[in-house]
């Protein structure tokens, strides 16, 4: 069985200061771990993936991630946070029947 | 750049009425699913599909769910006779395809939801 544990459900930064969303996973094997957004009303996007060829991962808009297996992480950081930053964000770990399981989802709020 | 639709973006119904949730995956996809998110609870898997037939499902997806490939377009999630714990966000997602070998996982799109509300 996997599981994902987001541990902070809300997140406030000020705008151009950096971002931190934490995620810990539970896999019983090498696992495929994503980073999605949610903004109001909008579909799930992808921000980006891990499959194992890299451990950090660079996505969109400036987010990346590393995956750290010794700690069993995969936070997900950006240097400088815009306004349009604010959303729900999501940590999920993929198994190989393409079932995915979720976190509860981080609320990044983003302060002028 | 394509995306995934979902129609209609909010449902009302009564209980014990049935409901159908259609989703357009992006169009070279071959893998499709469906997942819902209650209210204030984490997002859940429902159920895969391909080659027209359930790949994998959850226990949330018991007789009261269907999924349908009616034509080349379009997924369905039916819900034959709804409770009011079915209401929920609905999403649509899919996928190109498996992977031929390994563990991992291949990318899903999602739609931006159908807002489901039992009375």
């Known amino acids: 069985a996997q599981s994902v544990t987001q541990l902070d459900s809300h997140v406030s930064v000020s705008e151009g200061t950096p971002v931190l969303l934490r995620c810990n996973y539970s896999s019983s094997y090498s696992p495929s771990l994503f980073w999605y957004v949610q903004h109001p009303n909008k579909g799930l996007q992808l921000l980006l993936k891990?499959?194992?060829?890299?451990?950090l991962v660079k996505g969109i808009n400036g987010f990346e991630a590393e995956f750290k297996k010794s700690e069993t992480s995969f936070h997900l950081t950006k240097p400088s946070a815009h306004m349009s930053d604010a959303a729900e964000y999501f940590c999920?770990?993929?198994?190989?029947?393409?079932?995915?399981?979720f976190g509860g989802g981080t609320r990044l709020m983003v302060k002028p | 750049e394509p995306e995934v639709t979902q129609t209609p973006s909010h449902q009302v119904t009564q209980m014990g009425q049935e409901v159908i949730l259609r989703c357009v995956p992006i169009?070279?996809?071959?893998?499709f699913y469906w997942y819902r998110q209650i209210l204030g609870q984490k997002v859940e898997f429902l159920v895969s599909?391909?080659?027209?037939?359930?790949?994998?499902k959850s226990e949330i997806f018991d007789d009261q769910f269907s999924v349908e490939r009616p034509d080349g377009s379009n997924f369905t999630l039916k819900i034959r006779s709804t409770k009011l714990e079915d209401s929920a966000m609905y999403f649509c997602?899919?996928?190109?395809?498996?992977?031929?070998?390994?563990?991992?996982?291949?990318?899903?799109?999602f739609g931006p939801g159908t807002r489901l509300t039992v009375l």
């Open positions: 997602a899919s996928s190109e395809a498996r992977p031929t070998g390994g563990s991992s996982t291949d990318t899903q799109y």
């Open positions: 999920v770990v993929g198994s190989a029947g393409n079932m995915l399981t």
């Open positions: 169009s070279n996809h071959l893998y």
């Open positions: 599909f391909y080659n027209n037939e359930i790949s994998e």
């Open positions: 891990y499959t194992s060829a890299a451990t």
